[in-house]
T-cell receptor, first 110, second 112 residues
Framework: QKEVEQNSGPLSVPEGAIASLNCTYSDRGSQSFFWYRQYSGKSPELIMSIYSNGDKEDGRFTAQLNKASQYVSLLIRDSQPSDSATYLCAVTGTASKLTFGTGTRLQVTL | DVKVTQSSRYLVKRTGEKVFLECVQDMDHENMFWYRQDPGLGLRLIYFSYDVKMKEKGDIPEGYSVSREKKERFSLILESASTNQTSMYLC???????????FGPGTRLTVT
């Protein structure tokens, strides 16, 4: 079992729709959870962090965390073509090491 | 804003060459990291450093070494480059006690 799992996609959503990206993790002691956005050929850019159960909103982005289910998600409202990228879920475990999923590719279509 | 820079965006080297990849951060971060990223495998940690002159092996240290002589600079060394080290190399840094890591632009290394 992978430590951090994501569906590789591509996830295709029309412009203006809500994109929902999901991630599960295996280490129950995980403390910190992050979403990075990575455009093709570029490096990952931190867009959201969440540390406690519930929702955290920042602009069009909402991160959701459920530690009991070991599940973290990212919602992107009013999706734009510029949101087309690969989204990496990253989790800090008990050893403070950051473990990444392999990413979900999002395509926002016109 | 955190600024992490890497010495080259693209690099082509021959098998057996010694390769140096350099990373510099300007935010006085204590911790620095080297990852490689390959399709289908995601980001894998090669080495990290908690502070000057300190280093720890990550998940895939074989074939690599590192050097951290100054706080702002963390170098990755491929002692004898091989074709299976063709990859995107990413440097990251973070402040001690904070979990967020910030990445440099990456170096795409091709070993022929």
């Amino acid at each position: 079992q992978k430590e951090v799992e994501q569906n590789s996609g591509p996830l295709s959503v029309p412009e203006g729709a809500i994109a929902s990206l999901n991630c599960t993790y295996s280490d129950r002691g995980s403390q910190s959870f992050f979403w990075y956005r990575q455009y093709s050929g570029k490096s990952p850019e931190l867009i959201m962090s969440i540390y406690s159960n519930g929702d955290k909103e920042d602009g069009r982005f909402t991160a959701q965390l459920n530690k009991a289910s070991q599940y973290v998600s990212l919602l992107i409202r009013d999706s734009q073509p510029s949101d087309s990228a690969t989204y990496l879920c990253a989790v800090t475990g008990t050893a403070s090491k950051l473990t990444f999923g392999t990413g979900t590719r999002l395509q926002v279509t016109l | 804003d955190v600024k992490v820079t890497q010495s080259s965006r693209y690099l082509v080297k021959r098998t057996g060459e010694k390769v140096f990849l350099e990373c510099v951060q300007d935010m006085d971060h204590e911790n620095m990291f080297w990852y490689r990223q390959d399709p289908g495998l995601g980001l894998r940690l090669i080495y990290f450093s908690y502070d000057v002159k300190m280093k720890e092996k990550g998940d895939i240290p074989e074939g690599y070494s590192v050097s951290r002589e100054k706080k702002e600079r963390f170098s990755l060394i491929l002692e004898s480059a091989s074709t299976n080290q063709t990859s995107m190399y990413l440097c990251a840094s973070r402040s001690y006690g904070k979990p967020e890591q910030y990445f440099g632009p990456g170096t795409r290394l091709t070993v022929t």
